[in-house]
């Protein structure tokens, strides 16, 4: 499976990964002190906010070709419809893919820990980008 790339700004410095699920959706509670938050089937990642310009998106099922990039998070995003979006705080739909397990393991990477211009999604998982 080839990668993905998009260059998108992210209203309020924030991209969603959402999985379509059987169970309610659970929105982790945003404290604007971490730059982390998640919850079973929804992670919340800070990223450099669209007034200070574009975020460069990739996704793959193999770590980022990049260097520069270093592992901020990873752990496991349930969807029971095997289904993950990426969105903008507006919920507007960035890229979604399909994953081949219910529980996908998925790492995020970032060139900075507070507020990354490059954002890398890592999901050995992917079966199809849709």
Same mark, same amino acid.
């Given at each position: *499976? #080839?990668?993905?790339?998009? %260059? %998108?700004?992210?209203?309020?410095?924030? *991209?969603?990964?959402? #999985?379509?699920?059987?169970?309610?959706?659970?929105?982790?509670?945003?404290?604007?002190?971490?730059?982390?938050?998640? /919850?079973?089937?929804?992670?919340? %990642?800070?990223?450099?906010?669209?007034?200070?310009?574009?975020?460069?998106?990739?996704?793959?099922?193999?770590?980022?070709?990049?260097?520069? +990039?270093?592992?901020?998070?990873?752990?496991?995003?349930?969807? /029971?419809?095997? +289904?993950?979006?990426?969105?903008?705080?507006? +919920?507007? #739909?960035?890229?979604?893919?399909?994953?081949?397990?219910?529980?996908?393991?998925? /790492?995020?990477?970032?060139?900075?820990?507070?507020?990354?211009?490059?954002?890398?999604?890592?999901?050995?998982?992917?079966?199809?980008? +849709?």
């Amino acid at each position: *499976m #080839s990668g993905f790339k998009t %260059v %998108v700004a992210f209203p309020n410095a924030l *991209m969603w990964l959402m #999985s379509e699920d059987d169970q309610e959706l659970v929105i982790p509670d945003i404290d604007g002190v971490a730059n982390f938050w998640t /919850s079973q089937n929804a992670w919340g %990642v800070a990223v450099q906010h669209d007034i200070d310009g574009p975020v460069t998106a990739t996704i793959g099922p193999t770590p980022p070709e990049d260097p520069s +990039l270093m592992q901020l998070h990873q752990g496991l995003l349930h969807s /029971s419809r095997r +289904l993950i979006d990426v969105q903008t705080v507006y +919920l507007d #739909s960035i890229a979604t893919f399909r994953t081949r397990t219910q529980d996908a393991a998925t /790492s995020i990477w970032g060139d900075d820990p507070g507020q990354p211009e490059h954002v890398h999604i890592q999901c050995p998982d992917i079966e199809e980008m +849709l």
